[in-house]
């Protein structure tokens, strides 16, 4: 009896890889938020708060980011001696001989690679061109130590792969597809493990590599048949590697597992932030179990009772129970990005590799006897043939098994190659389409010769290029090679785009043409030989591909509103903003495709949020893509977040998988990811500046509220009124030349939303409402209008009035710098009216409470006693400042007259006698003072009138402004026909414009210049009055 083997404690072995920037973020404009200053530390920094850093410590850390050249091979290599780039050579130096090395010694071996969609996991396991990959060079240095070792031994090495999505398991060797998957059994010795799975005997490093091919193939097609990014679906393969000592009568066996996990950001709960399925989708379950195996693994390791580990809660986490606290040693690499756009996923990453590495592993070397081996294998033949008969001899039965197994392996493996021999000739000779996907890994992988004559393409089996993905029809285009020339056409109303253009009749192809069938089918179109070159075809890559089609739709950086700087370059938040609305580009084609065929009558449409909006200082609010959703049956409209609609998305992939398994798309309305309860849609913002307020002066407006497109929703009539605390309008005369004057005081205004005209919500559909909201300086809550359904034109009349008791230096600030934001929503039969605003019980609204929300909170006033309190503070108030306005009448009045006094007096003592009598001066006192007085309401009258030009002037301004606005957000046409129109309209409007602003100055010129003169006219009469006097 065999002594059982002592277990190794090892803990998973965790190393970080930080790779180059992809274009996209170049495109971007992103920072580099990473840094390793050693082989074992990174530190991450807040793009935000560049000052706030973490620091995370790891088995390894290796800096792909810089520091590299490209060799004659195209092999990446450090640049020079001193740089520390890490290349896939270091990489697998580390951890790929050390899964070998456990191999050799009898230990089962996992490598996993984790991290973010992009961030170059598929990069350091299988590699690109000449840089090989962890995968291809672990087979390949296996064969070669096999080749070096001694004769008396055998060796057998086993290759699967297999591939888990959404739960369903599917084998990358077989072409037959077994309905739901392959199923994962249980087996008391052998634990999880797929049942059914093909595994093939392989002899050298050649045929493993021809088979990864094939299984890569497999899984390009399955990604386009089921419409599933392959960033969405694990990929694992094992490699069985088992020595037979003859001589002993021993065997060592070890199992490689090597996983190219799916995008880590699917498991992030913010993925799907406000949206009601948000645990709906599977696509997320093993991701999310697998991070709560290691979190359990991890507190067991700390020292905590830990009552279950959920391995079995997803097909993944049973695949890999061993890897993950049991017979393995584990290695994982987590790939990140060093872009500071993906700081979030990034740090997720390295918190998640930080609780990998607390994981222990009790690996054991796996020997049995030959004796015991066939045993096993003997039971297995016979359950597999359900035949009882007795066993032949053990030791010959081992040695023909794999022998047999080598045989159809060789056989299989010639047929293979002869029908690749056959495929690479055609493609030299015949013109070809070549599939470009969204994972560089999968691009190039289909290949669709071109005969002569007509060919059919479409999802039909009688084709002679089958196609299959979302929105290809049976029969849905033609390629014809004909005379030297290939030309395409599409059947009845299938789409086909031709370098970015849709396309409707027969056009003619050109070598590395574009086309796209379908929603989002991307093939590049290999020309005849004639027509090659020596093109790096590289460069035709996936987003190639969706910005060509981006830029033909008239989507372009300088679309979405990216200004440029002044050292000419673009805003660095709209370049995110558009390689977002990019990504998304195909992802809303093809969700719309699946709306269609199960009949949902959605249609989706991408938006750019806030793209023509500005906060109340007017500038630009931070730039998002949102998903514009409208029932085309109901006309009912959702807008989702660009997370909410990938979430949705995957959703939408599940329900339209089991339409194509022919398990039917119905489901419970709340479990629908096409619908949604009806809500309440924001429609546009509109501006109203606040300016007038802090010189007392009244405004009259009517704004535009302008959409997430820049274009007019509506128009809305406002007024601002200062007004007494009983409500009464103010007057002219109250007006003030600077607002420091109202500094200290009492501030009473009215806001009235007067009406809203020309909504184009409501001309939409008749059946609907709007309503509108505003907040103002400090009030914590949004005011709301009361809604107003099916009335195109509404008369609102709503008015609130707002009191500021002491006018505080910000409020003023406030109030010359800010505009009122007033926000317009559209409601629909079935939603929620938004909360109207509620009044205290004097019917105002209290504003710039600081001082007096410290004095509340100072003395914990109950809530209860607030409208008492505040009763008498207003009566307290009042009187104040009734008293402050008497004292300054008063003191106005005391200085006026000593003035007055002490001129008559010295005028006195300079021309009358001495012994005038004193009741005769007194006397002569009165016509002076007469005099002073009409000068002292001369004087009021020129400040009245310099205060009506200056409101006139500013309401002048204000409608320049707001067409300086509507010039600002003119779009330019699309359709060429239209831009003459277009640009004379903008040439009117500018000239206009200019109109308006010369006017607006030379009345200004004007009304002071008559001011100035009536004032010097009546300073002359007075002198003259005075002179008279005097003779």
């Known amino acids: 009896m065999m002594k059982m083997p002592t277990p190794s404690i090892d803990s998973v072995k965790v190393a970080v890889r930080v790779r180059p920037f992809s274009q996209r973020e170049k495109n971007a404009g992103s920072r580099c938020v990473i840094s390793m200053h050693s082989r074992t530390s990174t530190t991450i920094h807040d793009p935000k708060h560049p000052e706030h850093t973490k620091t995370f410590t790891f088995d390894l850390a290796y800096w792909s980011h810089s520091g590299f050249q490209v060799d004659k091979d195209g092999v990446l290599t450090s640049a020079d001696p001193n740089s520390k780039f890490a290349g896939q050579r270091d990489v697998f130096r580390d951890l790929g001989r050390g899964v070998l090395d456990s191999a050799w010694q009898g230990y089962n071996a996992t490598l996993l690679a984790y ?66 998957g392959l199923r994962v059994r249980e087996d008391p010795q052998l634990g999880f493990y797929v049942d059914g799975l093909t595994s093939v005997p392989c002899e050298s490093y050649a045929q493993i590599e021809r088979l990864m091919e094939q299984g890569t193939k497999l899984r390009t097609t399955a990604s386009t048949n089921m419409n599933a990014s392959s960033s969405r679906s694990h990929m694992v393969i094992t490699i069985q590697f088992k020595q037979v000592f003859l001589d002993r009568g021993l065997t060592k066996q070890a199992h490689i597992n090597l996983v190219d996990l799916a995008g880590s950001e699917r498991q992030k709960s913010s993925g799907s932030e406000g949206d009601r399925l948000r645990e709906g989708s599977r696509v997320n379950l093993s991701l999310t179990n697998l991070g709560n195996v290691i979190s359990a693994l991890a507190e067991a390791a700390a020292g905590k009772r830990v009552l279950h580990v959920p391995y079995r809660d997803s097909v993944l986490t049973k695949l890999l129970q061993a ?281 989706m449409e991408l938006k750019v949020k806030n793209l023509a909006s500005s906060d109340s200082r007017g500038y630009d609010l931070q730039k998002e893509v949102m998903v514009k959703v409208t029932n085309q049956r109901t006309r009912e409209v959702w807008i989702w977040s660009k997370a909410k609609f990938i979430n949705r998305k995957f959703l939408m992939e599940e329900l339209y998988q089991r339409f194509l398994d022919g398990e039917g798309s119905h489901v419970a309305q709340e479990d629908d990811p096409f619908w949604d309860p009806v809500e309440a849609v924001h429609l546009g913002s509109a501006h109203i500046w606040l300016q007038p307020l802090a010189y007392c002066m009244m405004l009259e407006e009517q704004v535009e509220f302008l959409n997430c497109d820049g274009l007019e929703e509506a128009v809305l009539h406002v007024h601002l009124t200062p007004c007494s605390p009983a409500g009464q309008a103010r007057g002219e005369e109250d007006v003030v030349i600077d607002p420091l004057e109202l500094l200290g005081k009492r501030m009473d205004f009215q806001i009235r939303i007067v009406r809203c005209l020309g909504t184009k919500w409501l001309k939409e559909d008749a059946g609907r409402g709007i309503q509108m909201g505003y907040r103002i300086y400090d009030h914590p809550h949004t005011l709301y209008t009361k809604p107003v359904w099916k009335i195109v034109n509404p008369q609102i009349e709503e008015s609130i009035q707002f009191t500021a008791l002491n006018a505080s230096q910000e409020f003023l600030n406030y109030l010359q710098t800010n505009a009122l934001l007033v926000d317009l929503w559209g409601l629909q039969e079935g939603c929620a009216e938004l909360s109207c605003s509620q009044q205290d019980p004097e019917g105002h609204i209290m504003v710039d409470t600081k001082k007096i929300s410290t004095v509340m909170d100072i003395g914990q006033t109950p809530s209860n006693q607030i409208s008492e309190l505040y009763l008498k503070l207003l009566k307290l108030e009042q009187e104040t400042e009734l008293l402050r306005n008497i004292n300054r009448a008063l003191r106005e009045e005391n200085v006026f007259l000593k003035e007055s006094l002490e001129k008559i007096g010295s005028s006195q003592q300079a021309h009358k006698p001495p012994n005038t009598l004193r009741i005769n001066g007194m006397t002569a006192q009165l016509p002076a003072a007469r005099e002073m007085n009409r000068v002292c309401t001369q004087q009021a009258g020129y400040d009245r009138e310099f205060a009506k030009a200056i409101k006139v002037f500013y309401q002048s301004m204000n409608m320049a402004r707001g067409q300086f606005l509507k010039l600002r957000h003119c779009k330019p046409p699309e359709d060429d026909q239209m831009l003459r129109p277009f640009v004379h309209q903008q040439s009117q409007m500018l000239k206009d414009f200019g109109d308006r602003l010369e006017s607006s100055l030379w009345k200004l010129k004007n009304d002071v210049a008559l001011i100035v003169k009536w004032k010097r006219e009546c300073l002359l009469h007075s002198q003259w009055g005075h002179t008279d006097g005097k003779h």
């Not at 061109?129 to 296996?142: D, T």
């Not at 493996?413 to 029908?419: C, N």
């Not at 071109?450 to 039909?460: K, L, T």
């Not at 030989?529 to 460069?539: I, T």
Request: net charge neutral.
């Open 323 to 603: 890897a993950l606290g049991g017979n393995s040693r584990t290695a994982l690499i987590a790939a990140i990005s060093p872009a500071d756009i993906c700081y979030e996923e990034t740090l997720s990453t390295l918190r998640y590799a930080e609780r990998a590495k607390k994981v222990r592993n009790r690996a054991v070397v796996n020997t049995s006897t030959l004796m015991r081996e066939s045993r096993a294998e003997n039971s297995r033949l016979l359950l597999g043939s359900g035949n009882s008969r007795m066993a032949a001899p053990p030791a010959p039965l081992h040695q023909l098994s794999w022998a047999h197994r080598l045989e159809r392996a060789r056989e299989d493996w010639q047929l293979r190659h002869a029908a690749i021999a056959q495929e690479q000739q055609m493609l030299k000779t015949l013109p070809h389409l070549l599939n470009v996907n969204e994972d560089p890994q999968l691009t190039g992988v289909l290949k669709y010769s071109i005969q002569a004559g007509s060919c059919d393409a479409g999802r039909a089996a009688s084709n002679a290029i089958p196609l299959q993905g979302l929105g290809i029809a049976d029969k849905h285009a033609s390629f014809t090679n004909l005379d030297g020339k290939v030309t395409v056409t599409p059947h009845g109303k299938c789409k086909v785009v031709v370098n970015g253009v849709p396309i409707t009749t027969k056009t003619k192809l050109q070598h590395l043409d574009r086309i796209i069938l379908g929603s989002n089918s991307a093939y590049l179109y290999i020309g005849f030989p004639s027509e090659r070159g020596s093109e790096d075809l590289s460069r035709f890559d996936y987003d190639f591909f969706q910005l060509e089609r981006a830029a033909a739709e008239g989507v372009s950086v300088d679309k979405l509103g990216a200004g440029s700087g002044g050292d000419g370059q673009a805003d660095p938040s709209v370049l995110a903003v558009f390689q977002d609305y990019i990504k998304l580009m195909p992802l809303v084609a093809e969700a719309n495709q699946m709306s269609e065929e199960l009949r949902k009558g959605l249609k």
């Open 115 to 180: 991290g973010q969609t992009g961030s170059g996991k598929s990069y350091s396991m299988i590699g690109f061109g000449a840089n090989k990959g962890i995968i291809p060079s672990v087979c390949e240095e296996l064969f070669q130590a096999i080749e070096s070792r001694q004769r008396d031994h055998e060796y057998q090495v086993a290759f699967s792969m297999l591939e888990i999505y959404n739960e369903q398991v599917r084998d990358l060797l077989s072409r037959t597809k077994e309905p739901g």
